[in-house]
């Protein structure tokens, strides 16, 4: 089988460190199988690691980083119910659209492994030549529609348990219909929740890739060992 060297000195470049150099005399080259493998390893183990990040009871609750509020347009309706007294309420809307969106993120793994299982040879290695993000790069490309889809149908069904989607757009179309409102808010709650989902989603993945690239402990598998040059 063709032997790969200059892919191996390229993945140097992605594992972030100088072991390549460290080798023992003699360590062969990998193959392009096995270089396509490896890449494949590492996307899967920081995909996985991604999705668990939030895929749990305040994966989005409990993140400052990641905490869903309800839509910055709404703001001022918010500050009103609150005003009213109805906080609670808002509390409970903002607290089940945070558990929409942990539900909805499990649904995102099968996607991403398809992805990589339709990956080629040549997009692994574009990755290993590409910039820092660039896995995570080629899985917007391929996911982000099939995501939206995906998280969608959990997200409502989170949101509708407690008529949060019902609560929103009521009070949303009733602000949209006073006279005096030029600027319209969106009454899609939904549609707010996943696009936060999938970002949180992908800042996640993003965070995985830059680990891998430059901690060697990362890499879990002798294959990712292999073909990421820790050698140690």
């Given at each position: 089988?063709?032997k790969?060297?200059?892919?191996?000195?390229l993945?140097?470049?992605?594992?972030?460190?100088?072991?390549?150099?460290?080798?023992?005399?003699?360590?062969?080259?990998i193959?392009?199988?096995?270089?396509?493998?490896?890449?494949?390893?590492?996307?899967?183990?920081?995909?996985?690691?991604?999705?668990?990040?939030?895929?749990?009871?305040?994966?989005?609750?409990?993140?400052?980083?990641?905490?869903?509020?309800?839509?910055?347009?709404?703001?001022?309706?918010?500050?009103?119910?609150?005003?009213?007294?109805?906080?609670?309420?808002?509390?409970?809307?903002?607290?089940?659209?945070?558990?929409?969106?942990?539900?909805?993120?499990?649904?995102?793994?099968?996607?991403?492994?398809d992805?990589?299982?339709?990956?080629?040879?040549?997009?692994?290695?574009?990755?290993?030549?590409?910039?820092?993000?660039?896995?995570?790069?080629?899985?917007?490309?391929?996911?982000?529609?099939?995501?939206?889809?995906?998280?969608?149908?959990?997200?409502?069904?989170?949101l509708?348990?407690?008529?949060?989607?019902?609560?929103?757009?009521?009070?949303?179309?009733?602000?949209?219909?006073?006279?005096?409102?030029?600027?319209?808010?969106?009454?899609?709650?939904?549609?707010?929740?996943?696009?936060?989902?999938?970002?949180?989603?992908?800042?996640?993945?993003?965070?995985?890739?830059?680990?891998i690239?430059?901690?060697?402990?990362?890499?879990?598998?002798e294959?990712?060992?292999?073909?990421?040059?820790?050698g140690?």
């Open positions: 089988m063709k790969v060297l200059p892919v191996f000195l993945v140097s470049v992605l594992s972030g460190c100088d072991v390549i150099k460290n080798l023992p005399a003699g360590q062969p080259g193959t392009e199988a096995e270089a396509g493998q490896g890449i494949k390893e590492a996307l899967t183990q920081g995909v996985a690691t991604a999705v668990l990040h939030l895929n749990k009871t305040d994966g989005f609750f409990g993140n400052a980083a990641y905490k869903l509020f309800l839509p910055p347009d709404a703001k001022k309706i918010e500050n009103t119910l609150r005003n009213l007294g109805l906080g609670k309420e808002v509390d409970r809307a903002i607290l089940q659209i945070n558990r929409g969106a942990e539900d909805a993120v499990g649904f995102a793994k099968p996607i991403f492994v992805a990589i299982k339709e990956m080629t040879l040549v997009d692994a290695i574009n990755i290993v030549k590409g910039q820092n993000d660039a896995a995570t790069v080629y899985f917007r490309q391929k996911t982000t529609d099939k995501l939206i889809v995906a998280f969608s149908p959990s997200v409502k069904s989170s509708d348990k407690v008529n949060a989607t019902k609560y929103y757009t009521d009070i949303v179309n009733t602000y949209n219909s006073f006279p005096t409102t030029f600027t319209k808010i969106n009454p899609d709650l939904t549609s707010y929740v996943v696009g936060k989902a999938v970002d949180a989603l992908f800042d996640q993945v993003a965070k995985e890739e830059a680990n690239r430059a901690n060697p402990a990362a890499r879990a598998s294959i990712l060992k292999k073909v990421f040059g820790s140690m």
